[in-house]
Structures are given as C-alpha cells and as structure tokens.
C-alpha cells in the first residue's frame, strides 16, 4: 500500500502543542510550527483504525494488558533489533518521561546524583532537579560535525553517581552511538555501581544505512544493570496515547519497580493505550519504512537547500529521527538574536539549542517531519531572511 505523507492536516482546533503553543511561548500565531517533536503527518491508519473500532463497543471501561499486547511487543524488538525479550520483561509506562520520573524516584533518592549528557533532550535534566536529584553534567564531544562521548571525562564525572540517563539514539544531535562506546559506558557504569537508564523513543526512526543497537544487547553488563524505556509513539506518531514500556531484564530491579508501580496502579493503562501498541508494531513495518523515507528526502532537502541559499546554516544529519539540529555558530549571534532571527525574521518556530543546555548556544532544532510543501515553504522564509540581514 502506498502511503501518503503530502496530506497537509490541519491541526487547529485540536488542543495540539506544537500549534497552541505558538501564542503562550511567542506571542504570535503567524509562525511555521517546526518544534514540538512529533509528526505532521497522518498517525499510523491502522493505529487509528484499531481506535476506532474499539470506539464500536459502547463501553469504555477499565481495560487489562492482552497477551496479544506483549506479543506485538517481544515480536517487534526481534525484528527490528535481535532483542529477546518475555512477557516478564515488559513493564507499562505512561510515557517515557514519566516513566523515567517514576524509576529514578523508585532507584534512587533525594540528592543522589545523576548524570546526564548535553546538549541533550531537556526533561532530562527537568525530571532530575525537580524530583530533587542532583544533576551531573558530562558534556558530549563535538567532533567532525558530529556529537561523540568523552569517555575519559566520562570515568572521572560518573564516581559518586546512583543513575546514567542516556539517550540511545542522541537527541537533539541524531547520533546512533557505536557498540563500542555503548559496551565502555556498560563497563564503567557497571564497576562503579551505577544504573543506566536507556532512553531509545527514537530507536524505531533510525534512518538506513545506520542500525540502532539497543543498550541491553552489547554486554550481560549492559542488560543486567540497565532499564530500557521504548514506544512506539514517536515512529508512528501517537505520542498522545502515553503508551510505552520499561524493558527490565535484571529480576531483582524488575521486582523493585513493580511494587513501586503497584502501589500506585501507575502502569494501569487506558482503554487505547495496549490495542494502539499492538496495533503499530503488528502492522507497521511498510508505513514506517516508507515514513523514514520521506522524511530522508525532507532531510536531503534541507541540507542541499541551506548549502546553497543559507551557507552559514549547517545541517547536521540525524543517523535516527526527524530532528535536524542546525549549527548556526557561523552567523555569529547571540542566541538571543538567534532565535529573534528565526523568529521575527524567517517566522518560524523553532526548538532554543540552549534549552538542551548550554552547549546548544549556537544551534537551533528542526523538526522536518512535516509534508514537504511546508518544509519548502519554511526553508524559503529562512533564504529570504537570511539574504535580507545575514550580511
């Protein structure tokens, strides 16, 4: 089947972020909305599908975990990654955010330190100081236009952590990190007895010829001194349906979690969350792969579109997911006057590089995950802005 991701929706109206957002955060509503990290595009038809027949019984009523629902699960990560897992293995979460939330307020304590790796995804380093943990900074390495870890530093900063929070493919820099510095944070955070939290939402969109490796599969280290947090919300954007799943192979952290998440019913679950799970991993792995191809050329498009009308803008091509980080050091502006250039000159809206901390001053995120006649649009207000006051 041949799917459509030219489709403008119109997401007005829905109470969506990425939309509503624009007047809370900008004070204006004329903005090309290419921030908040979800897709333009249709959610996955046979997700939608499975919704809507459910929608058919007239009950919506507390609703269990079917064994089809881990089944979708354990058969889509052997596919896709070589990954086997069990029934046992699988723990719902409601969302990886609060997922992460709930494991680090269930392995560690108040002011224990955790480390984390900027620039890097933000919520990171929110859920760490607002659970009243103490954030470690191991700032990643810029190499070769591309984010690699300081493994050296990395040793050194880790002494004294109780939890690693790696995000496994890298947001905001797109980097699929190798088994070999996958295998070296195993070793070290496994000597020095602390855990590692794998976040791997972009797993799913890791764009060919690159292959994600899952963290639990580089080494026994690895799988039995880590919890792996995976969805399906980001690759068949459904993020709104808050259904993922906390990969847990070690018995003992295992049981920890469930009765801490037993004794708030936190992995209930809604009427929709297990049937849209079943239903993305069941049938999703031809919309996907023509999804990833799309937005492969929309990242084609933007890289050959700033290399001739905008020089000074660097696209860093993601190896995973539809966030393109822009390198926009060479203008040589204050992020302050960075972000008013893309702003009040270009009129889009963007993702700040310094909200992924301060080794994101000079960089702006793009989210190109969007039909390409509002990619060409958006990269055409940037041109036109940029000739008229990059000198």
Not at 127 to 140: A, C, G, H, M, Q
Not at 153 to 179: D, M, S, Y
Not at 181 to 206: G, N, P, Q
Not at 283 to 312: R, S
């Amino acid at each position: 089947m041949k799917y459509n991701f030219d489709k403008v929706i119109d997401r007005s109206g829905t109470s969506a972020e990425k939309v509503e957002g624009l007047k809370h955060i900008w004070g204006r509503t004329d903005l090309i909305p290419l921030w908040v990290a979800d897709m333009d595009f249709a959610t996955a038809p046979f997700v939608t599908d499975a919704i809507r027949k459910r929608c058919e019984n007239e009950v919506l009523g507390y609703t269990g975990k079917p064994d089809s629902y881990y089944n979708a699960i354990i058969n889509w990560v052997k596919q896709r990654y070589d990954l086997i897992v069990t029934k046992e293995v699988i723990n719902f979460v409601p969302g990886i955010v609060p997922g992460i939330g709930m494991a680090m307020n269930c392995f560690t304590q108040k002011g224990d330190k955790v480390m984390i790796q900027p620039p890097v995804y933000h919520p990171f380093a929110w859920v760490t100081t607002r659970n009243e943990r103490t954030l470690v900074i191991n700032p990643l390495r810029w190499e070769n236009g591309m984010y690699r870890m300081d493994l050296d530093a990395f040793r050194e900063q880790i002494k004294g952590c109780k939890l690693f929070i790696l995000c496994n493919p890298h947001n905001p820099g797109g980097v699929v990190w190798t088994e070999a510095e996958l295998r070296a944070i195993a070793d070290i955070c496994y000597d020095e007895k602390v855990l590692v939290f794998s976040d791997e939402i972009h797993a799913d969109l890791t764009l060919p010829p690159h292959t994600h490796r899952p963290f639990a599969t580089v080494s026994e280290k690895a799988r039995m001194n880590s919890v792996t947090f995976m969805s399906p919300s980001k690759a068949f954007n459904m993020p709104g349906l808050s259904a993922s799943h906390a990969l847990i192979f070690n018995e003992d952290l295992r049981k920890r979690f469930r009765i801490y998440m037993d004794a708030g019913e936190l992995d209930m679950g809604h009427v929709f969350a297990f049937l849209s799970v079943e239903a993305a991993y069941s049938h999703g792995t031809e919309w996907l792969d023509q999804c990833l191809a799309y937005i492969q050329g929309n990242i084609d498009f933007v890289d050959e579109f700033l290399k001739k009308h905008a020089p000074k803008i660097k696209a860093i091509r993601p190896e995973a997911s539809y966030l393109v980080w822009l390198d926009c050091r060479e203008l040589e502006l204050s992020q302050k006057d960075l972000n008013e250039f893309f702003v009040d000159k270009a009129h889009l809206a963007l993702n700040d590089g310094e909200m992924f901390g301060k080794e994101g001053i000079g960089f702006m995120r793009l989210n190109v995950a969007s039909p390409r006649c509002i990619i060409e649009k958006a990269m055409k207000q940037l041109a036109d802005a940029y000739q008229l006051y990059i000198k």
